[in-house]
């Protein structure tokens, strides 16, 4: 009874291939647990997908943690004292100019919209990374939801093997609320996907060529609990569950039974396996970024191409952006993964038909000053900043706005984080006035501010007077 | 590498702490003789019960539904013990209560369960989350919060009038830090308008926030009543006076609140259309305004508790949302609505004695077993509806599962604390809508293989586990038995106890038995019939 004793102290760490080879041998023994619609569901969903002219939208959310620098990026400004030490470079649309280091995403320019123009008023990360993922500032008594959370609400499909909402690499700095589901309550809470066991930097993992090992949360059974031990516990369960299901019909245990019954469908049947990166050739690894980002990127697209709606990828997790000292050696390393990454998943995505379908979104909590500080850093610039919108559903290759000669202020198309959110929805066909009732009571939309027509491709005619809830 | 010699050190302690603890959780299981000694019934009701039961059977009968049969005594106790106190009986009590063959058990439990500590904690908790808004939950958690907790928990002790209770917020002075009730005010920085919304809101049950910008589109209210009625908050000492503010919650005797966009000041006007008359004008406006409040001449006031307290039993009040009361939303059943608030108002807004009159309605004791015409009967109260628990909820019965001894009250240890907030992040579900389970994948997920429920199902962490393996004495049937109780609050059925005995006698000694019992555990702990109240 003793041997165990000390090497069931604290949980192995259990990255994702062995977790789902442990899981392939599971789904051999467990048969019809998860129902006969559980495999072979993929080549039906390719087929719907491919027929259906409504087929589901999808939206990224490139998130970069810290605040990245729009001069250093975006926004750049040659022979300018703020300009700094990057070079521009031309991209595939003329005029439209981005900095050296991002050299793979200046040959995708034209599937992108440049937001020069973003102005906002929080400049302390936890409210601006509230405020940029929720549309509102940190205050009074409503929780808002994280935009991912009421977009994929009206995007996902309640049946379907995946939830409706994944994160990639986002450990909440800053504000745990910005990517919480708020009054929309636990349901559409992200699944999150991270490198828990793997405290790796990018340096490391590129010596020890390998990639970073990302895990969803509780995907398998704890490390002490054998395969056959865990097939036989969801027998168990099964057994239990049925009988009482069948003695309370509807309400709260038809949604729990529900509920566990997808779980266990997405651990034990193909579905999880979007979540193994090793199925994918060393060399695509490579290309997306052997660190969390790149290949958070490319667990995008295996989402996506299995039909998930949102799905946020986070840049920097720690604040890797927030560059008040050294920006421009940090900018260079972040933005050489930042293009390696996107690039691969637009190229990737639009090589399979589906970048047309999916919108993506990078922004940060804010910009950085365009005024170059002792230390060689860039501090939290809220009032003239970048954000980009790219692919399905956008108007590419422009930049919108535009900010004065020294990147200090907006002159020309500003943009407010409700407008930006407004015109994400308008591009993935989501009613963005649509309401939903808050835990005070009141009626909430998704957000207040309105879609920017020049952005967006297929502009709304006439915004929806309907507001339902 | 990582387990060196302290860490050996800090695992021999553990095992001598778990050994005394074992000891006791096996006297626990075995003790079946109980305290049956009871305070004689202090106040019976059985005229409000009987005049609840009969109007709604009247209702049954007028509209052709059957209420499902009586709860069975074990179902009861759990239900009750959920409800009253946020936590699943141990499997003493459950084993005390079955054997128990007074009549007038049921009574009596309810008595015991509301004069237990863990009640007052419990509905702490709950008031805690009507008081103030979610989005403090969790910046507020282990700040301030807990000083506002403490506050209401003594309140629940004490069985302070509700009314008292009320006022004593509505009118609080003092350190935001210190003085539990001053968090109200500052979980929304002492804005008038906000705290019109949430007074009116939480304690009337009536939405005049939408009257804040406009006239109510569907409702009485006009953009004067909320003003007006904001006006009585409009004179606290405002925070982003910064030379003055010092953290005090204190009325300043100046200070107006206008029509937004415009120059008009509006006046302090109650929500029934009443200025305050001389008998109301002494004091700062907050007294005022907490005299007619908290009152039996307001009209909101008894009828928004008691729906409240309806709604936290049988999963809906009879106005549905609780705070949406007004002309475009009828209560279901307006005469037992009307009856309830008129009986609470006349005793002194006794919380204890509302509860303890509604838990013995026959509606309350119903089972929650419907396999149709589901959502009819309960609606009519004919079944009981299934309530999702609340994050706490599942915490503290996974502990009390694992045979963890539940802190009634005072600082847990800081590892305790920090599993405990964990968890709550990821269960945490707007109060609302009870009747929904509130969890998706993720928590699924937690539930299926995450680290709390994997300790409470580990047959060597589990203090439950161990007692029941390690005791010699206990037979198959007898440890399949203390499962169903510790986790479920019921004995097995005889198709369970055939279907699990046969899968825990599997030869391969005390090794493989440990394992097969831990299974069990695990099953239990993850089906529906554990993780919602039914």
């Given amino acids: ?135 509102r500032p940190p205050e009074g008594p409503i929780r808002y939801p994280t935009i991912g959370a009421a977009v994929s609400k009206e995007l996902s499909d309640a049946t379907a093997p995946l939830p409706g909402f994944v994160t990639v690499a986002a450990g909440q700095t800053f504000n745990r609320a910005a990517f919480q589901s708020g009054f929309l309550g636990p349901r559409h809470a992200p699944l999150a996907v991270a490198a828990r066991n793997d405290v790796r930097s990018l340096q490391q993992i590129e010596a020890d060529q390998d990639f970073a090992r990302l895990e969803i949360e509780d995907l398998g059974p704890p490390a002490e609990v054998g395969l056959g031990q865990a097939a036989r516990r969801a027998r168990l369960l099964q057994e239990l569950q049925s009988d009482f299901t069948a003695r309370h019909v509807g309400g709260a245990s038809a949604m729990h039974h529900t509920t566990v019954q997808r779980a266990i469908q997405m651990v034990h049947s193909d579905a999880a396996d979007a979540f193994d990166l090793t199925t994918e050739p060393d060399a695509v690894r490579e290309m997306y970024g052997r660190g969390r980002f790149g290949q958070g990127c490319l667990l995008a697209r295996r989402l996506i191409e299995r039909g998930v709606p949102f799905v946020e990828v986070v840049l ?45 979104l990078w922004m940060g909590e804010f910009g950085r000053t365009p005024r170059i500080n002792g230390n060689a850093g860039r501090d939290h610039f809220p009032q003239a900043w970048t954000s980009v919108l790219a692919g399905g559903g956008i108007n590419g290759g422009q930049a919108y706005g535009q900010t004065d000669a020294g990147g200090m202020t907006v002159v020309d198309g500003a943009l407010s984080v409700d407008d930006l959110l407004a015109t994400l929805c308008g591009a993935v066909g989501v009613n963005s006035r649509k309401q939903n009732i808050s835990e005070v009571g009141r009626p909430i939309r998704i957000v207040d501010g309105k879609p920017v027509s020049e952005l967006l491709s297929d502009p709304i005619v006439d915004p929806p007077a309907a507001e339902e809830s | 590498m990582m387990r060196g010699a302290p860490s050996q050190h800090v695992s021999g302690t553990r095992t001598m702490v778990n050994f005394r603890r074992r000891i006791g959780v096996v006297a626990v299981l075995i003790t079946l003789a109980g305290s049956q000694a009871h305070a004689a019934d202090p106040v019976a009701n059985p005229k409000l019960t009987a005049r609840i039961d009969d109007l709604l059977e009247q209702q049954w009968q007028a509209d052709g539904i059957e209420p499902t049969r009586p709860t069975s005594d074990a179902e009861f106790l759990r239900r009750v013990s959920l409800d009253l106190t946020g ?17 007038a058990k049921r009574s009596k439990l309810i008595d015991r369960l509301l004069d237990s500590r863990r009640h007052a904690v419990h509905f702490a908790r709950i008031w805690r989350e009507v008081m103030l808004p979610s989005s403090t939950n969790e910046q507020f958690r282990l700040g301030a919060a807990a000083p506002f907790e403490r506050w209401l928990e003594q309140q629940f002790v004490d069985n302070r009038p509700y009314d008292e209770t009320v006022r004593e917020l509505l009118v609080t002075t003092g350190q935001v830090n210190a003085v539990g009730p001053a968090l109200f005010y500052q979980a929304v920085q002492f804005k008038p308008e906000e705290l019109a919304a949430s007074t009116s809101r939480t304690f009337l049950g009536v939405q005049i926030q939408c009257a804040q910008c406009h006239d109510h589109p569907f409702d009485q209210w006009t953009q004067k009543d909320f003003w007006g009625f904001a006006a009585h908050f409009a004179q606290l000492r405002r925070p982003d006076d910064v030379a003055q503010f010092r953290g005090l919650v204190v009325d300043t005797g100046t200070g107006e609140v206008m029509l937004p966009d415009t120059d008009v000041v509006v006046q302090p006007r109650l929500l029934d259309g009443r200025h305050l008359d001389e008998a109301l004008t002494a004091g700062t406006r907050r007294e005022q305004l907490a005299r007619w409040l908290a009152s039996a001449d307001n009209p909101w006031f008894a009828r928004a508790t008691v729906n409240r307290v309806w709604a936290l039993l049988f999963g809906r009040g009879f106005v549905d949302p609780v705070d949406d009361f007004g002309q475009h939303n009828h209560p279901s059943h307006p005469e037992l609505l009307d009856l309830l608030a008129r009986d609470f108002a006349d005793h002194d807004f006794d919380m204890r004695r509302l509860l303890r009159v509604l838990t013995r309605t026959r509606a309350y004791q119903l089972s929650s077993e419907v396999t149709y015409d589901a959502a009819r ?11 999702s628990l609340s994050a706490d909820q599942i915490y503290d019965c996974l502990q009390r599962v694992t045979g963890n ?61 161990v007692a029941v393996t390690d005791s010699p004495f206990f037979s198959n049937a007898e440890r399949l038995e203390i499962l169903f109780l510790a986790a479920l609050s019921r004995m097995p059925t005889d198709d369970e106890r055939n279907r699990f005995e046969e899968y825990i006698a599997v030869p391969g000694g005390e090794f493989e038995a440990s394992r097969r019992l831990a299974d069990v555990l695990w099953a239990l702990i993850n089906s529906s019939e554990f993780i919602l109240n039914h």
């Avoid at chain 1, 920097?316 to 996107?342: K, R």
């Avoid at chain 1, 990737?348 to 993506?360: A, H, K, P, V």
């Avoid at chain 2, 240890?413 to 809508?433: G, H, I, N, Y």
């Fill in chain 1, 1 to 135: 009874m003793t041997i165990n004793r000390h090497s069931t102290r604290g949980r192995t760490a259990c990255p994702v291939a062995a977790t789902l080879s442990r899981r392939g041998l599971l789904r051999a023994t467990l048969g019809g647990l998860a129902g006969a619609g559980a495999c072979g569901w993929m080549p039906a969903f390719a087929e719907r997908f491919a027929d259906d002219p409504q087929r589901t939208r999808h939206c990224v959310l490139l998130w970069m943690a810290g605040g990245p620098s729009q001069i250093d990026t975006f926004d750049l400004k040659p022979g300018h004292a703020n300009g700094g030490e990057f070079k521009e470079i031309e991209t595939t649309v003329p005029g439209l100019r981005f900095s050296e280091h991002l050299p793979r995403l200046a040959q995708l320019a034209d599937h992108m919209a440049i937001l020069r123009g973003m102005s906002t008023a929080e400049g302390d990360h936890g409210r601006g990374t509230y405020l940029m993922h929720t549309g």
């Fill in chain 1, 316 to 360: 920097g997790d720690q604040g890797g952006w927030d560059t008040h000292t050294a920006n421009f050696p940090s900018v260079a390393a972040l933005s050489a993964e930042l293009d390696a990454g996107w690039a691969s998943l637009m190229e990737e995505l639009n090589d399979r038909g589906l970048l047309e379908s999916t919108t993506i």
């Fill in chain 2, 87 to 103: 936590v699943t009986p141990t499997v003493s009590a459950v084993r005390d209560f079955l054997a128990d063959t007074d009549p």
């Fill in chain 2, 377 to 387: 009967r309960r609606h009519a109260f004919a079944a009981m509806s299934v309530k």
């Fill in chain 2, 405 to 465: 001894r539940l802190l009634s009250s005072g600082p847990p240890s800081s590892s305790d604390v920090a599993a405990r907030r964990a968890f709550l992040a990821k269960f945490d579900a707007p109060t609302q809508q009870v009747t929904e389970f509130q969890g998706g994948i993720p928590q699924a997920l937690a539930m299926l293989n995450g680290q709390v429920v994997a300790d409470a199902s580990h047959w060597e962490k589990s203090d439950l586990l």
